[in-house]
């Protein structure tokens, strides 16, 4: 990778987003236009804007940096005649300019980029490109003039703590797997992501493989280990190919294998992957999914530290705590500590999902309240429905009702609210989320991806989604929400590993933020999110209604009926709810009630 002092470089994001968007044919198209031209085109990860892709980059002569969303192929032509020959960006098209005086900063607005500092710059494919950004530098460094023991001293100074939910200290989780006896010693990158609505480790492993590389190889150098495994699931296939890649590169340039940058440092790295059993994002289960048994989570302790990876001394981290890690050797842990909150330094890496105007990966410093993601960084809600509440942590965190969105992010604040960090998943939701329905989905997935070991966990869960199914179905008694609680207290205190000890947190903060619509949906037998199929009626207004027709064309069960430009009936006993009919009628004249 090049500034463009000289002639024009073009860039496309090919991360999973923007190639599932159309990225692949966009470049292809340019590479077609600009073969004999002097422009370099060039392949980039995730830039984080996925609401907007395909993303193309235009880095003029002078480092004027343009980012155009949407690209499709009928705009190609247009942005290599106007932008690129002629000088004259399509305004209309551009989501970001910098480097000319008139910033368009609005989707990177409130960032601060650490974990995703390469991603969107770079060709995660090339090594080069990597080193050309002070890739390997931490290594470097490391080896040559830091003792493991300083090495581990400067993570726990930077108060980096680990970014796969639990929020451990990294240093410390270091030093405990450094002063255990035995060797081998192994390090693990937990790669796992099975949150839903989660892509952070997926589009960082897409973008910037070597980071993650280096920052093993860092944490390596400072334990003792002499190998080390990226568990990544195979669902991920871009991430494994690149993973593949860097390390392959990695070791041709002599940053694996033996003799490392000619010191006596060894240590090689290989990847497995993993099936997509959720339950395996759990260390111990990890672990036994590496040695080929079923991935099922054992007692702690022994904890990983003391015996891990076939019985031997193993310290895991997930993806995001890596990327971090040779940031901070680089940069010193006073330039990471004096980012976030007392408890809780740096940065944190976001995917935000659902009812959001900018879905996409964002990094911002720890402290900012979930308001300000949403609304400054997020653009605030897609629909023209108010902000309702945010989902953090996946299946395993809790609901934020808006009216606590001045909350800040951080271990600690979201632990007092009944949330947690989790990985970094944000779903956000606006006024037409029902949340007995939200909390059924996610106890849906907890109870199929338990593993089954435990009785709390494999029984308890089933009997919470059975009592949540029958409360949505319009069939709830007036004790099940006591009944709720009483199974998730059980559940949280007797369950074996972290997946039953906070399957339950969804139920329990959609209930205590939420209870009067679980109230509606026993009691009143009304969803007050108009979501719950069993709990709607349809109607047609009839003065609005013209008699177009077009509802009965589309309704799959023949409910609706009526006269040529007269008002039309719903037959309700035939009605199945699919809002097929409200979604094609252009007179709005279908309601639910």
């Known amino acids: 990778m090049g500034k463009a002092n000289g002639s024009p470089i073009v860039k496309v994001g090919l991360s999973s987003c923007g190639v599932a968007a159309g990225g692949r044919g966009v470049y292809d198209a340019l590479a077609a236009k600009l073969e004999d031209s002097e422009v370099s085109l060039m392949q980039t990860g995730c830039i984080g804007m996925c609401y907007k892709e395909p993303l193309v980059e235009v880095l003029m002569p002078g480092n004027e940096r343009y980012v155009y969303g949407d690209v499709t192929l009928d705009k190609v032509e247009r942005i290599i005649e106007e932008h690129i020959y002629k000088g004259q960006p399509v305004k209309d098209w551009l989501l970001m300019v910098e480097g000319n005086g008139s910033d368009i900063e609005g989707p990177l607005e409130g960032q601060r980029r650490i974990v995703l500092r390469n991603c969107g710059i770079i060709d995660p494919e090339s090594i080069d490109d990597y080193i050309s950004v002070g890739g390997y530098g931490a290594i470097t460094k490391a080896l040559g003039s830091m003792t493991p023991e300083q090495v581990i001293e400067e993570v726990i100074e930077s108060g980096l703590r680990g970014r796969g939910g639990a929020g451990f200290s990294t240093g410390m ?35 910037d493989p070597h980071s993650v590389v280096e920052g093993m190889l860092v944490a390596a150098y400072a334990i003792g280990a002499s190998e080390g495994y990226i568990y990544c699931r195979a669902e991920y296939p871009l991430a494994v190919k690149r993973l593949k890649l860097a390390i392959s590169h990695a070791r041709e340039r002599g940053f694996l294998g033996g ?102 990966l964002v ?33 395993s965190g809790g609901c934020v009702p808006a009216s606590l969105a001045d909350t800040q992010v951080d271990y600690d604040s979201l632990s007092s609210i009944g949330a947690i960090m989790g990985s970094g998943g944000m779903l956000v939701m606006d006024e037409s989320t029902c949340m007995v329905d939200l909390a059924k989905f996610f ?13 709390p966990c494999r029984v308890g869960t089933k009997r919470m989604l059975d009592i949540l199914e029958r409360i949505t179905n319009g069939e709830g008694h007036e004790d099940d929400i006591g009944l709720l609680e009483d199974l998730a207290a059980s559940i949280k205190r007797a369950s074996l590993c972290g997946l039953g000890q906070t399957a339950p947190n969804p139920a329990l903060t959609t209930i205590k933020y939420f209870r009067d619509e679980y109230e509606a949906h026993i009691k009143d037998k009304k969803c007050p999110a108009k979501k719950c199929q069993a709990l709607i009626t349809y109607e047609v207004s009839a003065d609005v209604c013209t008699g177009c027709g077009l509802c009965t064309k589309y309704c799959p069960t023949g409910a609706i009926a009526g006269e040529k430009k007269k008002p039309h009936v719903i037959e309700d006993t035939k009605c199945v709810r699919c809002g097929l009919c409200m979604n094609v009628c252009k007179f709005n004249s279908i309601n639910v009630y």
């Open 259 to 360: 003799s490392i940058l000619g010191s006596e440092f060894d240590f090689d790295l290989r990847v497995r992957e993993g099936a997509g059993a959720f339950v395996c994002g759990e260390e111990t289960a990890l672990m036994m999914s590496i040695e080929g048994q079923r991935g099922m989570p054992r007692s702690r302790p022994p904890f990983p530290a003391q015996s891990g990876l076939w019985g031997k001394p193993t310290s895991i981290n997930n993806v995001e705590t890596f990327a971090n890690v040779s940031w901070i050797i680089t940069n010193g842990a006073q330039a990471y500590n004096s980012l976030g909150t007392e408890k809780s330094k740096g940065t944190k890496v976001f995917a935000l999902a659902g009812k959001v105007a900018r879905g996409g």
């Open 363 to 395: 990094e911002v410093p720890m402290g900012m309240s979930i308001n300000d993601i949403v609304f400054k960084v997020g653009g605030g809600t897609s629909s023209d429905l108010a902000f309702k509440a945010v989902q953090m942590g996946g299946p």
């Open 173 to 207: 989780k270091w030093r405990f797997a450094r002063q255990a006896k035995g060797s081998p010693k192994f390090i693990i990158c937990n790669a796992d992501e099975g949150d839903p609505g989660a892509f952070m480790d997926r589009s960082v492993l897409e973008s």
């Open 443 to 455: 106890l849906n997935f907890t109870q199929d991806e338990s593993c089954g070991k435990c009785v």
